[in-house]
């Protein structure tokens, strides 16, 4: 019979079983119903930070570089160390130059391409922009005065000019790295009904995984640029110009390179303790581990295809031993994390190994170069070495940029760990944005080889013997004088 | 003042920094672009590169400390013009990223080809860059930003105020710029190239000056909020700004080139201070105030603690660079 109690429990549970029923049918359709924006966003960040961070990196070493070339060149009254710092000047000035606009591209993207997070969360993280914004200023008027000051300051004043530039790479690349440590561990609000509220901005400038991410990228920063100017004598060592220009050239960015290469293994260590807790899911990815296993093996290589584990070599222990510091403890598995919060595994694991990879490669060739000096050998007379130093620098750009797209991707599906999708971020453009990837793409690559081209030219005049590039600007016979003028 | 006001003034400080000095920069490239075959313009394009060489990057800087304290500041309405004006600033951007790297790609050019190329990229990108910008700023002062983001892509930019918006933003840039240029082919001795200067910087002048007043009509419909301001706040700076325009052309005529740049300057930041006092206290005008604007006030405080920092540490080697360009050994020519 039915009486009004069951009539409304009857309700009752219809009620609560449509709802169920609604709300799982909307998170799939949320699944599924993937903004149409959000890939030419991505790819178009994608191509926008992963261009850029290489000439940060330049902007943060190279400097500091230059400074160690200048100093030299004037304690010891050194003409090929005063040639290579000037030299290096008008290089950074190229580079400093595209890596400013570049960067202001991002600035741009973050609202175009992200206005949900920077409309929601644009006074929380800002903060660390705007000392950032500082540093960036203090480093392009002292870009200015140093450029620009050859002969004409006094030398020992002229050459601290640079040191400024040194400090403030430094400064921006924390600053930014402080926000992307934000981004995988927020902190510094609250949300209450749905808004955020008790904003503490300076936790974010100062938050605690900001200094070892920070740590890990400035690190990264000395091994690119290190070794890609190495790079560039040893090329030319390889074509028989062994004077002490050249070996001056390689040796101190190669010092810098291989201080930096033998640290960032411990760097890197130290940043991905407590990873099982902060992101397990973003570990998992990292070691391929689709269950959990104890203890869990160090997976070398190898894909997850719908599910499984193929073509990996694991080496037993080892993956315990790394992640989790311990012999058995396990390294939890993909199963244990729902499916929608899974990260793109495949290409995250791989990213992270080929960082791995590189950057032990890289360790182990310098610690050996310098234990061979200090036995009396020179590894510099042998065509092999110099042909792996050649390729270093390539090498370290691809190390570098794997070890971001495993943070980044391994981060997925969330901008803000824990707290919002990568999806709620992203603005409501439909196609028109694969339009602007397409431009983006055309006018990159014009920057990639327009610099290409001014810096190899740059290169042979130099070495062709020209002291001072003559004015590009007019017919070089039409006015004489003029064009030697400058 | 309220912290939310003023964190709004020194957004907008940055505003008139990158407008006057940025600005100049981007005006060059007008004199660039018209300065003849690569024979005749030679003489022109170095002075150009010599002038804005040391500069161009810490001067660009501005713009970034404006987006990022408006970001953070005010973080919705940031969202929201990012959305609706996507288009011109896009358009804005392209032209950043060609000029500076162009720029820098010019003057280590190998061949007279390659640098003629840069610096027709240079020169174009200068002009299209301050006109989007200035169609933004028109866009945002005729209340055509809604505080959703769901502005119409097209007519929000597309329109009488921003399209007038666009074109004195090039006009100003190039009036300054030829200030400086003229001030500068002066002090390096060259008065034949100072000469061909200031007639088109006297040129520039009038022609830019006409477009104001004549905006001063569109505007006066268009976008009455900002009319009424003008007519009423920002009035004495509208009447300075007409001032010191026509003391400088006269300045220019006379060849008083050292003065005629403070008087440019003074213009110049007065007619967008007057933009500025005229939208207040509209952040987004006739959507959102900047009280209402505002992100969170430990932000805003945290933003106050980064501004005056700069003033600290940013303005003293900053001033430093600027009397080293105007110095006598800067204005040897480098190598």
Redesign the interface.
């Given at each position: 019979m039915l009486t009004p109690d069951v009539v409304t429990a009857t309700l009752a549970h219809a009620s609560q079983v449509a709802s169920q029923v609604a709300s799982q049918v909307a998170g799939r359709i949320a699944a599924e119903a993937e903004p149409a924006g959000l890939l030419p966003a991505r790819e178009q960040m994608a191509l926008s930070l992963g261009w850029h961070i290489i000439l940060a990196c330049f902007g943060v070493a190279f400097p500091a570089m230059i400074f160690v070339m200048h100093l030299r060149g004037i304690r010891k009254d050194d003409p090929v160390a005063l040639g290579l710092a000037q030299r290096w000047a008008k290089v950074s000035a190229v580079l400093f130059a595209i890596g400013a606009v570049s960067g202001t591209v991002l600035s741009f993207e973050m609202g175009v391409l992200w206005p949900g997070l920077m409309g929601t969360y644009g006074d929380v993280l800002g903060l660390p922009f705007a000392f950032e914004g500082l540093a960036f200023f203090l480093e392009a008027i002292f870009l200015g005065i140093y450029l620009y000051g050859w002969n004409r300051m006094p030398p020992k004043r002229h050459v601290l000019m640079v040191l400024p530039m040194a400090v403030t790479g430094i400064i921006g690349a924390y600053c930014v790295l402080a926000v992307n440590a934000w981004m995988n561990v927020p902190t510094g609000f609250r949300i209450v009904d749905g808004e955020v509220t008790d904003v503490e901005p300076w936790k974010v400038l100062f938050n605690g995984h900001a200094f070892l991410q920070f740590a890990h990228m400035w690190v990264g920063a000395y091994m690119l640029a290190g070794f890609s100017v190495a790079g560039v004598y040893a090329v030319g060592m390889l074509r028989g110009r062994r004077d002490a220009h050249h070996r001056l050239g390689f040796m101190v960015p190669f010092v810098f390179a291989s201080v930096a290469a033998v640290t960032q293994p411990f760097v890197g260590h130290v940043l991905g303790f407590g990873l099982d807790e902060r992101q397990p899911a973003k570990l998992a990815a990292f070691e391929l581990a689709e269950t959990t296993e104890s203890p869990s093996p160090l997976r070398l290589g190898g894909v997850l295809v719908d599910g499984e584990v193929k073509g990996s070599i694991d080496i037993p222990y080892l993956g315990s031993l790394i992640a989790m510091n311990s012999p058995d403890k396990p390294v939890s598995g993909l199963d244990t994390i729902p499916e929608e919060d899974h990260p793109p595994v495949n290409m995250t694991h791989l990213a992270f190994q080929t960082m791995v990879g590189i950057g032990t490669l890289l360790a182990a060739v310098v610690a050996f170069f310098w234990v061979q000096r200090r036995r009396g050998r020179d590894l510099l007379e042998k065509r092999w070495f110099l042909r792996f130093a050649a390729v270093a620098g390539p090498l370290a750009v691809v190390a570098l940029e794997a070890g971001w797209i495993a943070t980044e991707v391994g981060r997925q599906p969330w901008i803000v760990y824990d707290v919002m999708r990568t999806t709620d971020a992203v603005g409501d453009y439909t196609a028109s944005l694969w339009w602007l990837l397409g431009i983006s793409t055309v006018v990159y690559t014009g920057m990639t080889v327009g610099a290409v081209v001014v810096l190899r030219s740059m290169a042979r005049r130099w070495r062709e013997g020209a002291v001072d590039l003559p004015s590009p600007y007019a017919p070089a016979t039409a006015t004489p004088g003029e064009g030697e003028r400058r | 003042m309220s912290i939310e006001v003023a964190v709004a003034a020194a957004l907008f400080v940055g505003v008139v920094a990158y407008a006057v000095l940025g600005g100049a920069d981007f005006g060059s490239g007008f004199f660039d672009l018209t300065a003849g075959s690569?024979?005749r313009?030679?003489?022109l394009?170095?002075l150009v590169?010599?002038s804005i060489?040391?500069?161009w990057?810490?001067n660009?800087?501005w713009?970034?400390?404006v987006?990022?304290?408006w970001?953070?500041?005010?973080?919705?309405s940031?969202?929201?013009?990012?959305?609706t004006l996507?288009l011109p600033?896009?358009l804005a951007?392209?032209g950043?990223?060609?000029?500076?790297?162009?720029?820098?790609?010019?003057?280590?050019?190998?061949?007279?080809g390659?640098?003629r190329l840069?610096?027709v990229v240079f020169a174009a990108s200068s002009i299209i860059t301050p006109f989007f910008l200035g169609t933004v700023a028109g866009a945002i002062v005729s209340g055509r930003v809604p505080m959703d983001?769901a502005g119409d892509r097209w007519s929000s930019w597309v329109n009488p105020t921003s399209l007038f918006g666009g074109l004195i933003a090039v006009g100003t840039c190039a009036f300054l710029a030829g200030t400086f240029l003229v001030a500068d082919a002066e002090r390096s001795g060259n008065h034949r190239l100072a000469g061909e200067i200031r007639v088109r910087a006297l040129l520039v002048g009038l022609v830019t000056g006409a477009l104001v007043f004549a905006a001063l009509v569109p505007i006066e419909h268009d976008a009455p909020t900002l009319a009424d301001g003008l007519e009423g706040r920002a009035a004495p700076l509208v009447v300075l700004a007409a001032i010191a325009g026509v003391a400088t052309m006269y300045l220019l005529w006379r060849r008083r080139y050292a003065v005629a740049r403070i008087t440019a300057v003074l213009a110049v930041a007065s007619v967008v201070s007057g933009w500025g006092v005229g939208q207040y206290p509209w952040l987004l005008v006739d959507e959102v105030t900047i009280t209402d604007a505002a992100?969170?006030t430990?932000?805003?405080q945290?933003?106050l603690v980064?501004v005056g920092?700069?003033v600290l540490?940013?303005v003293p080697?900053?001033a430093?660079?600027f009397r080293?360009?105007q110095s006598e050994?800067?204005t040897?020519?480098?190598?």
């Open positions: - | 690569s024979r313009g030679a003489e394009r170095t590169d010599h060489g040391p500069v990057e810490a660009h800087v713009l970034i400390y987006l990022v304290i970001w953070t500041g005010f973080p919705e940031f969202a929201a013009a990012m959305s996507v600033l896009l951007l392209l950043i990223v060609l000029r500076g790297a162009s720029f820098a790609f010019r003057k280590y050019a190998e061949t007279l390659q640098a840069f610096g983001g992100g969170a430990a932000t805003l945290g933003l980064a920092l700069a540490v940013v080697p900053l430093y660079l080293l360009t050994e800067w040897r020519p480098d190598h």
